[in-house]
C-alpha cells in the first residue's frame, strides 16, 4: 500500500518543499534547521509528515516491534568497554542499565513510510543540505542502516554519545508517561571532554545543563550527538516508545563490527563477516 504513496503524500511538502531544492521554500526550511544546530545541535522539523499518515506511521511500528531484539547491557555514557582503566572520578566509570530494544533494517518492510524515507534521495539531499554537507550515504550495513528503537514500560535508553556525528530520527509512538528525550547541547566539544559537568549530569546534579524536547509523532528530529550527551528518560505507563532512526554517513559503505552488531541485534550476517574479513585477512580468534 505505501510503495505507491508519493513523497509529496508522506511529507507536509508546504513547509519543506523536498522536490525543489534550492528553491525560496527549501532555502528557508535549511536556513531555519542550520540556525537551530548551530546554536544547540538540535532541531525538529515539526509535523514532517502530514497528520493523516499518523495513524500509519503508528501502526506500521507496532506490527514491527515484535521482531526488537532485548538484551539489556550494562553500559557507560561513552559505550566503551567497562574495564578500562579510567581515574576514580571519571564519567565514564558510571554505569547504567540499556533497556531498549532495535528492530533490525531487514525486519522493516520497504514500503513501510520510514523506509520509504530513508532511502529517497531528495530526502537525502535535503538533510545533507541542512546538516550542510555535500551528501549523505545510507549504511551498507542490513542491520544498523535503519532501526525502529523500542523503549517498553520501566525500561530507558540511558545518557549516552553517539558515535556518529550527526542522528535523523522520528517519534513513531508516544509513551504514556516519561520517555523523554533530554539533552545537554554541546557539552562536549572535539577539543574538550569537560568531564566535570559530564559527571555532574550522570550523577543527577546536573538539571542547569539539561533540555528537554517535546516531541510529537511524525515531527522530525535532527541531532549532533557526538557532542550532546542525551538520553531518553524511563517510560512508564502501558505504552512502548518508538522512534525510528535513520543513519547515514559522509562515507560510502558503513557497516557495523561483527561484536557490535551481535550485542545490539544478537545476530550477524554474511555481509559483517565478509566486512570483518577483508579488515583482518582471517577469521582467526584474536
Ligand atoms: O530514541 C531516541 O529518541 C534516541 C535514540 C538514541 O539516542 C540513539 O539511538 O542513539
Ligand atoms: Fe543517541
Redesign the pocket.
Known amino acids: 500500500m505505501a510503495a505507491t504513496v508519493t513523497l509529496d503524500a508522506i511529507v507536509d511538502t508546504s513547509r519543506y518543499p523536498l522536490a525543489e531544492p534550492g528553491a525560496p521554500g527549501w532555502r528557508a526550511a535549511v536556513a531555519a534547521a542550520r540556525a537551530d544546530l548551530a546554536a544547540d545541535g538540535c532541531t525538529v522539523l515539526r509535523e514532517f509528515i502530514r497528520p493523516e499518515l499518523h495513524a500509519l506511521l503508528a501502526e506500521q511500528g507496532e506490527r514491527m516491534a515484535p521482531h526488537a531484539y532485548y538484551c539489556t547491557e550494562r553500559v557507560n555514557a561513552y559505550n566503551i568497554p567497562l574495564d578500562s582503566e579510567l581515574p576514580e572520578d571519571h564519567p565514564g566509570r558510571i554505569v547504567f542499565e540499556r533497556g ?1 530494544a532495535f528492530v533490525p533494517r531487514d525486519r522493516i518492510p520497504a514500503d513501510a513510510l520510514i523506509h520509504r524515507l530513508y532511502t529517497d534521495e531528495l530526502f537525502q539531499r535535503f538533510l545533507a543540505d541542512c546538516f550542510d554537507r555535500d551528501r549523505l550515504h545510507e549504511f551498507a550495513d542490513p542491520l544498523a542502516g535503519l532501526v525502529l ?1 523500542v ?1 517498553s514500560p520501566g525500561q530507558s ?1 540511558p545518557w ?1 554519545f ?1 558515535t556518529n556525528e550527526f ?1 535523523v ?1 522520528m ?1 513513531t509512538a508516544t509513551p504514556d508517561a516519561g520517555g523523554v ?1 533530554e539533552y545537554c547541547p554541546g557539552i562536549r566539544s572535539p577539543q574538550a571532554e569537560n568531564l566535570p559537568d559530564v559527571h555532574a549530569v550522570l550523577s543527577g546534579s546536573g538539571e542547569h545543563l539539561i533540555r528537554r524536547l517535546v ?1 510529537r509523532p511524525g515531527d522530525l ?1 535532527l541531532f549532533q ?1 557526538r557532542f550532546s550527551l ?3 528518560s524511563p517510560v512508564a505507563g502501558a505504552a512502548a ?1 518508538h ?1 525510528a ?1 535513520f543513519a547515514y554517513s559522509d562515507r560510502p559503505g558503513v557497516i557495523g563490527t561483527v561484536e557490535r552488531t551481535r550485542q545490539l541485534f544478537g545476530r550477524v550476517l554474511p555481509d559483517h563477516l565478509a566486512a570483518a574479513d577483508a579488515v583482518r585477512g582471517d577469521r582467526l580468534l584474536d
Open positions: 531498549n528503537n523503549v535508553h549516552h553517539d542522528t530520527s517519534l528525550f516531541l528530529q550527538g542525551h538520553r531518553v516508545r522512534t532512526i
